[in-house]
């Protein structure tokens, strides 16, 4: 493990940042790492990142030269991105990752793809309207009615929810079949899932009560039992 802390980390990317989101993330998860590209985009914040890790690519020269070598992590393989190679070595409550949201699609499929892996720590994606992460075993958010709840597995998924306009109960979701997006709360919501692979995707507001949750929620690779 490269970055192992007690208390949340922020995680920036190379992608799409909005104004203030790293001030923000910081504020709340203080110790920060970059995913290689990221480095040049927190430095060009005023934020010196404490490790960059990833395969190098994009980091600039100007940049590498600027930080001190005992930080930065070269990971060389290719069949990983960034986000995957610097997540899996970060040991963390949980992760706050900015940057990796509203540059190229492609990039933010993989992103999501890398939310549901088993990896060491929690992630929550922070975009500029909305945060994604994997919903873990139980949830229980202070909505509030007419709020946006999207909802989109990864893979076949089932699961069990109150304060939402359109309960799951009884759904069979799945990526190539029914899906949750624009679902709206009705109140306070709650979502009990029967297996990993669901995507949840609510309203920046909710963020400093999401990250508590889900650093307090047991790992969906560990043995605790479904109720």
């Given at each position: 493990m490269i970055v192992e802390q007690n208390e949340p980390v922020t995680?920036?990317?190379?992608?799409?940042v909005a104004a203030g989101d790293l001030d923000l993330a910081l504020s709340l998860a203080p110790f920060l790492v970059a995913a290689d590209g990221g480095a040049d985009l927190a430095l060009s914040e005023g934020r010196i990142p404490q490790a960059v890790i990833g395969d190098l690519?994009?980091?600039?020269n100007i940049v590498r030269k600027q930080l001190a070598p005992n930080t930065i992590y070269e990971i060389a393989e290719q069949s990983?991105?960034?986000f995957h190679k610097a997540l899996r070595h970060i040991k963390a409550p949980v992760v706050l990752a900015v940057g990796f949201l509203g540059a190229r699609v492609d990039h933010q499929l993989a992103s999501f793809n890398t939310l549901v892996q088993v990896l060491s720590s929690p992630c929550i994606l922070l975009g500029e309207h909305e945060l994604v992460f994997h919903v873990p075993r139980e949830i229980s958010l202070a909505t509030e009615a007419g709020e946006t709840v999207s909802l989109f597995p990864m893979g076949p998924v089932t699961a069990e929810s109150t304060g939402l306009q359109w309960p799951l109960s009884g759904l069979k979701m799945s990526p190539m079949g029914n899906i949750g997006t624009s679902n709206r709360a009705v109140g306070p919501m709650s979502l009990t899932m029967e297996g990993p692979g669901l995507l949840g995707i609510i309203p920046r507001r909710?963020?400093?009560?999401?990250m508590q949750q889900i650093a307090q929620a047991p790992p969906w690779s560990s043995k605790v039992a479904l109720r």
């Open positions: 995680l920036i990317g190379g992608g799409a690519d994009s980091l600039s990983s991105t960034d909710h963020l400093p009560q999401l």
